[in-house]
C-alpha cells in the first residue's frame, strides 16, 4: 500500500468496494438459482407439474 | 432469427447452461488481465496512484448507463413487440444496473475527495447519476410491489423510457454545463487525450466489466424465468386444493 503514496486508503477503500459489491451480487444471484431450483423440485414431487410436462431442468 | 428462437423460455435456459460456465471463464481472464494492468499502470504525473481508480470507475460509470439502455431496449420490446423475455431481461437487469451505478458514485467519490477536496459537489454530472441510481431503485421497488409479473411490466417499460431521457443528460452534462467533473477524454472528437499506458487498462477492465454484466444478467434472467415457472407452479397447486 506504501506504494501507492499519500491517498493509498482512498485507492484500497475503492477496490475493496467494488470486490465486496460484485462479490455480493455473484453470491445473491447464485443463492437465487438454488433457492428457485429448490422450490421448483419441491412442487414437481409434490405433484404439480406444467401442462407442457416439461421439469423444471434445461435439457 | 437468434433471438427468436431464444424467445421460447426452455430454450433459453438450455442456451444459458450452455454459455455461462465460458462466460464465467471468460470474465475472469480479463477481469485478472484488467486487475494486473491496471496495478501495474505507471502513475499520473498530476494525479500520482490515485489514477487507478479510473480503471474501475469509469467501466462502473459507462456500465450504469450501458444497462440502462439495454432495459430501454427491453422495455420497447415489452411495450411494441410484446416479446416473452423483454420483461424477464429488464427486471433481472435492474438491480445490476443499480450496483455499477452505486459503484461509480461511490469510486467518484473516494477519487473526488484527494483530487477535488470533496466527496460530494451537487453539479451536473454527479446529480444527474444519483437520479439514475433513485430511477433504478424506484423501478426494483415497483416490480416488487407488484405482485403480477405482466401487470408490472407495463408500467415499469413507461418509466424506463421516460427514465432514458437522463442517460443523454449525463453523457454530456460535463459540456453544457460548468461541472467539478472533468470533460470527455476518452470518446470525443478528435480521440482519446489520454495516454495508451493508462486507455489500455482502461479498455480492458471495460471488457471485463461488460463480461461481468452479460453473465450476471443472464444467470438473474434464468432465475427470473424459473421463479415465474415457481409462481405458476403454486397457483395450480392452489387452484388444485381449492377445487
Known sequence: MSA??????????????????????????????????????????????????????PS | MFLARLANPSRFLAFTAR??????????????????????????????ATVKIMFIHVPN??????????????????????????????????P?????????????????????GTYWQWDARLTSVLILFLMYLSLIALWRAVEDPSRAARAAAVLT???????????????????LHQGESVFRMGGPTLDSAFLIPLFTMAIAFTLLFITLHLAAMRNEILRRRVRTLQMMQADGRAA
Open chain 2, 61 to 94: 460509470a459507462w456500465l450504469s448507463m450501458f444497462v440502462w439502455m439495454v432495459m430501454s431496449v427491453s422495455a420497447l420490446g415489452t411495450l411494441v413487440w410484446k416479446h416473452p423475455l423483454a420483461d424477464v431481461a429488464a427486471k433481472a437487469a435492474a
Open chain 2, 19 to 48: 454459455v455461462l460456465p465460458w462466460l464465467a471463464v471468460a470474465t475472469m481472464v480479463v477481469m485478472a488481465l484488467g486487475l494486473y494492468q491496471s496495478w501495474t499502470a505507471p502513475d499520473d504525473y498530476q494525479q500520482g
Open chain 2, 161 to 179: 423510457l421516460v427514465g432514458a431521457i437522463n442517460i443523454p443528460i449525463i453523457k454530456f452534462s460535463v459540456e453544457w454545463w460548468n461541472t
Open chain 1, 4 to 57: 501507492l503514496g499519500p491517498y493509498a486508503a482512498f485507492i484500497g477503500t475503492s477496490y475493496a468496494l467494488v470486490a465486496l459489491v460484485v462479490t455480493g451480487l455473484i453470491a445473491a444471484i447464485g443463492l437465487d438459482y438454488r433457492r428457485q431450483q429448490a422450490e421448483l423440485r419441491r412442487l414437481e414431487a409434490s405433484g404439480v407439474t406444467r401442462r407442457s410436462g416439461k421439469t423444471s431442468e
Open chain 2, 96 to 116: 445490476i444496473g443499480a450496483s455499477f451505478t452505486f459503484l461509480a458514485l461511490a469510486t467518484g467519490s473516494l477519487w473526488g475527495r484527494p483530487m477535488w
